[in-house]
């Protein structure tokens, strides 16, 4: 509850409508609009104009002459324009078209006997009480039924096609072809009984068939269509009242013809203008008719696009609003804070602001704060007083007196300090992790300031990003974003059972540096690195005592462990020259804890990486808590970085060099590779080429030459990979799981391989040719797009250009699937935002309707989950007896 | 098409349906706490529901394997269509 004083709720039982009738037009409108004119010379408006003051107030000090209240008490009244003759209402053209279909054109009833009358009618009353969703299925099965009969069940007169021509017209085929007018349209609505129109799914009594044909239409209040006053003092009016004004200009042209008796051909045409004029006023984004223009050529916003779209009432005003306690701004990396804080900018705190109801307890404070007053942090902008009212401290001159005065039950609105719990946001929001709440630190600067390892869920980078905050007003609020949206009860993900805030990049690369066999580190070192973290307690044995004492990283890593744990797992480094089957591993690539202490191995992706479950940092978090993985975060991993802020890493182009040797090994995989697919060509040339299953010979040779392709590349990469140093920081990156893969290095140093497009090899471009380089119908290699270059030695410039093809091809392809996945995304929750877990587990519906029986069939929470498994038996094992069995 | 006439009962991708008897079928509701519009429609029209005979009104059980739970018992009301 805010302590403001709440408005009573009422509960909406239903919600119903209808379609304005010419009555009900007429009744509501205080006066008739009759001319075109708006204003006077004097720049008064006409009455009877659509600037009429009977229609609202707008300009402030003057009086309705209708409610007598000034402009902020005046809700504005309707008008209303009497049609020369009636048009179509461009939003019923379907129903019209229905209705004209399912009736007889003589009598004007249903097309249905009697009997199938009265017996539709009871299931539709018995659907309504019992199913109320299957009632359009029963509708849509009277509207096909009736349109296919050929004569009237009830005077017998043969029926005749009727012929929707889009938008508005309607046409009626017997021998010849004749358009039917609104008004004998209208005439034949008017002529269907009650009962027969309720067949068709329309309430009569809500929705009279004959009111879709517009008699009269309403002018909407002056507070709707507000006329704006640009700097030259000219008076723009709104987009809806230029509309309005079309409609009377055409209407008055057209009762003047008929007054004057004209031929009925200049009747129709000036009959036709105002039914596009009125469809315009209604929706301008009608298929089949040219949009209304204002005069500068934009197309005039009428009442449907008022409302439709994203930018609309409902999606852009409703939906969605403009909040007051938000900020947004760039955001910027901070691993000196915890992952539960944000860093707001101090500008911003003094903006933000709490409610803090003053108490025998936090008087001193709040006057402490009132005293600071909105220019000093911490200070407070807003007093607010037991009886509501507001002072407002940035024009109050004698704070310390208006401090003093305050006792139990004052509001001070006060400055955000560090510990409020706000809420942090980063769009597309996609998942729940993309709001989660933080505490603030209020720090210098103009940024959001986030710790590194909370990227993962908001899927941040600090490229220019930026986030938006919410500063959480009640004392509810308050304690549910702390208990469920803080960011460590975030750090299993319900996406796949595992975490999805860990380490990456820098933290991982540190991991792995400071846990190798090699890293010893002197008392000094090791006082260094811990002083980053909390450690409060003795040193452990050192590892080495003589000549100096050195620890070891691991040593290190030990400290943070919980005494109890045990684990034996493989790391990302296991793989290739460096692979080991179990625990007796010389190259100190099989990670086992036991105890407590990490004994060998090393810690990297596979263990502390983000978004991988079943590793170490996952079963510290399920085993030990949340509390206990944040403590890890903001310590240990803080001493990775720490570690590799000390060590230095870098990467250079001596990481991807290669001597000679290696490249003429290369050089000669490639050309190995060449002479194969010059063999290929030159089978498929002669015809003596296999085709494979399913394939005609052309797509069997480009199978079979990318097939050849990749492996050269594949073997290039292995030759590379044999000659770099497996410690040179590329090759750490890869093989750790911080950054890049081998394939990325072997990009770089051997060769890039086949560019592709479409997934075929480039081909496309010139007659036959990529480029004017090659000769038409060459299927070598380097025609189709193989790059022979790497990275380090740089690419030749068709090289360069087929790299390029093959590039924007990805950026095309990330730029259309966000575009898609955006709009799935949005379907998707609007099907699914309903749905709810009952206290039994079923999956329901707010109104009880069954989604399913049992929450996921099994009720486990995948957050819970390990990668989707409810329970995993051989970690149950692991964690009682130590190993596995 | 073979000569035998194909019941759907049988195709490995359909589970198995079964008409549930009516004092059981308002037990079973009144152990799931529901009234029959909660329920998850089926078609009568639906192959299945028309192999098995069961009429609009009645209660149909389904058992099917489930990815998550090895075995799994839903039910669905038949509705006119």
Not at chain 1, 24 to 40: F, H, N, P, W
Not at chain 1, 87 to 94: A, L, P, Q, S, T
Not at chain 1, 180 to 190: C, F, G, N, V
Not at chain 1, 386 to 402: H, I, N, Q, S, V
């Amino acid at each position: 509850m805010s302590f403001l004083p709440q408005p009573t709720l009422k509960v909406l039982e239903r919600i119903k409508f209808g379609v304005l009738s010419p009555d009900e037009i007429r009744k509501m409108s205080r006066v008739q609009i009759i001319t075109a004119e708006t204003y006077d010379e004097d720049g008064m408006p006409i009455q009877g104009g659509v600037m009429d003051p009977r229609l609202g107030v707008i300009e402030p000090g003057r009086r309705c002459p209708v409610c007598g209240n000034t402009m902020h008490g005046c809700p504005g009244h309707f008008g209303h324009i009497e049609l020369a003759k009636p048009v179509i209402h461009i939003g019923y053209v379907k129903q019209i078209y229905d209705l004209l279909r399912g009736t007889c054109w003589k009598c004007s009833r249903i097309l249905l006997s009697e009997d199938q009358i009265r017996d539709y009618l009871s299931l539709m009353e018995r659907l309504d009480r019992l199913f109320p969703n299957l009632k359009p299925r029963l509708i849509e099965h009277i509207r096909q039924k009736t349109a296919k009969v050929q004569e009237c069940p009830h005077c017998g007169a043969k029926q005749k096609k009727i012929k929707l021509d889009k938008p508005t017209n309607f046409y009626e085929k017997d021998k010849g072809v004749r358009k039917l007018s609104p008004d004998e349209i209208r005439a034949r609505l008017t002529h269907i009984p009650d009962d027969d129109v309720r067949l068709f799914g329309i309430d009569p009594k809500e929705a009279r068939p004959e009111w879709f044909v517009l008699t009269v239409i309403p002018v909407p209040p002056a507070q709707v269509r507000p006329s704006i006053m640009l700097e030259t003092g000219v008076r723009s009016e709104d987009d809806l009242t230029h509309k309005l004004v079309d409609i009377i200009r055409a209407n008055n042209r057209l009762k003047e013809s008929m007054d004057a008796a004209a031929p009925p051909i200049v009747i129709d045409d000036l009959w036709e203008l105002l039914q596009y004029h009125v469809t315009t006023y209604i929706n301008n984004e009608v298929p089949g008719i040219p949009p209304a223009r204002h005069r500068t050529g934009r197309a005039l916003k009428t009442l449907a696009q008022r409302l439709k779209g994203k930018e609309g009432r409902f999606r852009g005003n409703l939906s969605g609003k403009r909040v007051d306690f938000s900020a947004r701004t760039v955001i910027s990396p901070d691993p000196n804070i915890s992952i539960n804080e944000v860093g707001v900018p101090e500008e911003m705190a003094k903006l933000l602001t709490v409610p803090m109801r003053v108490t025998p307890w936090n008087i001193e404070e709040a006057r402490k704060y009132v005293m600071n007053g909105p220019y000093k942090w911490p200070g407070a902008n807003y007093i607010i007083r037991p009886d509501g009212r507001r002072t407002d401290l940035r024009f109050f001159k004698d704070r310390k007196a208006l401090a003093s005065s305050l006792t139990p039950g004052y509001i001070v609105e006060r400055h955000l300090i560090d510990g409020d719990i706000v809420l942090f946001n980063r769009q597309p929001s996609l998942h729940r992790m993309s709001i989660m709440a933080h505490k603030v630190r209020v720090l210098p600067g103009k940024t959001f300031r986030l710790n590194l390892l909370v990227c993962p869920p908001y899927n941040a980078d600090f490229d220019g990003d930026e986030m938006n905050l919410h500063v959480v007003q009640t004392e509810e609020a308050r304690a549910e974003a702390l208990e469920l949206m803080l960011v460590q009860e975030h750090i299993l993900s319900p996406r796949y059972g595992g975490p999805i805030i860990g380490g990456l990049q820098d933290y991982i690369s540190g991991a792995y540096l400071l846990t190798t066999k090699s890293t010893l580190l002197t008392e000094e070192e090791v006082m260094d690195l811990l002083s980053v973290t909390d450690y409060k307690g003795e040193l452990p044995e050192p590892a080495i005592t003589k000549p100096v004492k050195m620890w070891t990283g691991k040593q290190l890593v030990s400290l943070f462990l919980p005494p109890n744990f045990n684990l034996r797992a493989k790391t990302s480094v296991n793989a290739g020259r460096l692979k080991c089957e179990d625990e007796d591993c010389f190259n100190d690539t099989y990670l086992v804890i036991k105890k407590g202490k990490l004994l060998t191995g090393v810690l990297d992706k596979k263990s502390i990486g983000a978004q991988q479950p079943e590793s170490f940092y996952h079963w510290i978090v399920k085993e030990y808590g949340v509390d206990y993985a944040r403590f890890l975060t903001d310590n240990m991993f803080r001493m990775f970085i720490r570690y590799i802020e000390k060590h230095g890493f870098t990467m250079s182009l001596d990481d991807v060099e290669i001597p000679p040797e290696a490249e003429e090994r290369i050089r000669e995989i490639l050309r190995e590779a060449e002479k194969d697919v010059a063999q290929l060509i030159e089978a498929y040339r002669k015809g003596e080429l296999e085709p494979l299953p399913g394939m005609t010979p052309e797509e069997t040779l480009e199978t079979k030459i990318m097939e050849r392709l990749s492996r050269a590349r594949d073997q290039a990469g292995e030759v590379a990979a044999e000659y770099l140093d497996i410690f040179n920081n590329a090759l750490i990156m890869a093989r750790t799981g911080a950054r890049g893969n081998i394939l990325n290095l072997t990009q770089m140093s051997a060769a890039l391989g086949q560019q592709s497009v479409r997934g075929e090899r480039i081909n496309r471009g010139y007659r036959g040719r990529p480029l004017p380089h090659f000769k038409p119908g060459d299927l070598m290699p380097a025609a189709r797009g193989f790059v022979y270059s790497s990275f380090r030695t740089g690419l030749s410039p068709v090289e360069l250009f087929f790299h390029a093809a093959g590039g924007r091809e990805g950026l095309v392809d990330t730029a259309v699937r966000t575009s898609q996945s955006g709009y799935m995304q949005r379907r998707l929750i609007n099907a699914l935002m309903d749905i709810r877990v009952e206290y039994d587990g079923k999956a329901t519906l707010p109104d009880g309707t069954v989604v399913q029986f049992s929450y996921g069939e099994d009720q486990v929470d995948p957050a819970r989950s390990d990668h989707g498994k409810p329970v995993n038996v051989d970690r149950i094992i692991e964690r009682v007896i130590g190993h596995e069995l | 098409m073979s000569p035998k006439k194909f019941d759907v009962r049988e195709h490995k991708l359909v589970p198995k349906h079964e008409r549930v008897p009516l004092p059981e079928a308002t037990e079973i509701l009144k152990e799931l706490g529901l009234d029959p519009t909660q329920l998850p429609q089926i078609r009568a029209s639906d192959p299945v529901v028309k192999a098995i005979g069961a009429k609009p009104g009645e209660l149909v059980r389904i058992i099917r394997e489930s990815e998550t739970a090895g075995k799994t018992v839903v039910y669905r009301i038949v509705v006119v269509g």
